[in-house]
C-alpha cells in the first residue's frame, strides 16, 4: 500500500483514532460506528479495523464510552475540556 493510500486509514492527527489491536470489527463489531451520530466512523474494507473517514468530530464520546474492547480513543482539545 502506498504512503498516500495509507494516510486515507491511518491518520495520525485525527480526534478518534482506533487501535487496530483492540478493534474487533473484523469478527462483526460495528458499535463506534452504530453510535455516531455524525457517520464518521468506518469499517476499512482492506484491515477490517474502525477508523475515522471524516474529521467532523463533535467530541461527543459514545464511540469511545460503548466500544466493548477500548479501541476507540477521542482526543479531546485542551479548550473543550
Not at 498516500?4 to 486509514?9: G, S, T
Not at 464510552?65 to 482539545?77: F, L, Q, R, S, W
Amino acid at each position: 500500500m502506498s504512503q498516500q493510500a495509507q494516510n486515507i486509514f491511518f491518520r495520525s492527527n485525527a480526534p478518534v483514532t482506533v487501535d487496530e489491536e483492540k478493534c474487533i470489527a473484523h469478527k462483526g463489531c460495528t458499535v463506534c460506528v452504530d453510535v455516531c451520530p455524525m457517520d464518521l466512523l468506518a469499517i476499512n474494507p482492506v484491515t477490517q479495523k474502525a477508523f475515522m473517514q471524516y474529521d467532523e468530530c463533535w467530541y461527543c464520546m459514545p464511540c469511545e464510552t460503548d466500544c466493548p474492547t477500548g479501541a476507540v480513543k477521542v482526543d479531546i482539545p485542551y479548550l473543550l475540556r
